[in-house]
């Protein structure tokens, strides 16, 4: 089956630096893409992997290892505005018509002072 | 900059209405999908289109049905809403099924069925 497994909810200082895990299991796989949501507000994209390693944006890194079905999200310089719930989803190959997506159920972040 | 529009930010119903959820979008995109989000359960597929009058099934379509008839609309409709249905309901369109090309979503539609 298809199944999307990350960390419900985690808690980091202002500042520092937290690690948000994702691990999968699909069918096929044709890209892993994470989505920041504030609450209230719609998910907006962060970061796309679909090739091995580390891609870099800023604040934000995000992380694939396909033989392992493994991603993560780094924030680095945690800020208040971080608190937010992250979404990691992934493109099932299998259903390549209309770019299906598979989402985890989401982790939220909470950033203290 | 793509903007998904949604037709309400929320919507109180009775148990047996017909209900009808707006979804357009400006960017000329191929693919539309409607979502319901329920926490715990995360964001699940309800259907999506990838083509004018084209409609697949997502993985929770039961008590819904949709409507494509032009490119930047994407219509879901409860035909008799229920309790159950209660969610926040998210609208998103893509412009291909491949490489970078992300979701864009809308600002959700809060329903609550009564």
């Known amino acids: 089956g298809q199944n999307i497994d990350q960390p419900t909810e985690m808690t980091a200082t202002e500042g520092a630096i937290v690690q948000i895990n994702c691990t999968y299991q699909?069918?096929?796989?044709?890209?892993l893409f994470w989505y920041q949501q504030h609450a209230g507000e719609a998910p907006t994209f962060l970061s796309y992997?679909?090739?091995?390693g580390l891609e870099e944006k800023g604040r934000f890194s995000s992380f694939l290892s396909r033989s392992k079905g493994y991603s993560y999200l780094l924030l680095k310089e945690l800020q208040m505005k971080d608190s937010a719930s992250y979404l990691c989803?992934?493109?099932?190959?299998?259903?390549?018509?209309?770019?299906?997506?598979?989402f985890g159920q989401g982790t939220e972040l909470s950033v203290k002072p | 900059d793509v903007k998904v529009t949604q037709s309400s930010r929320y919507l109180v119903k009775r148990t047996g209405e017909k209900v009808f959820l707006e979804c357009v979008q400006d960017?000329?995109?191929?693919?539309m999908f409607w979502y319901r989000q329920d926490p715990g359960l995360g964001l699940r597929l309800i259907y999506f289109?990838?083509?004018?009058?084209?409609?697949e099934k997502g993985d929770i379509p039961e008590g819904y049905s949709v409507s494509r008839e032009k490119k930047e609309r994407f219509s879901l409709i409860l035909e008799s809403a229920s309790t159950n249905q209660t969610s926040m309901y998210l609208c998103?369109?893509?412009?291909?099924?491949?490489?970078?090309?992300?979701?864009?979503f809308g600002p959700g539609t809060r329903l609550t069925v009564l």
């Open positions: 998103a369109s893509s412009l291909s099924s491949g490489g970078t090309d992300t979701q864009y």
């Open positions: 699909t069918s096929g796989f044709n890209g």
């Open positions: 992997n679909v090739l091995d």
């Open positions: 989803a992934v493109r099932d190959s299998y259903y390549n018509q209309g770019g299906k997506l598979i």
């Open positions: 960017m000329d995109h191929e693919n």
């Open positions: 289109s990838y083509d004018v009058k084209m409609k």
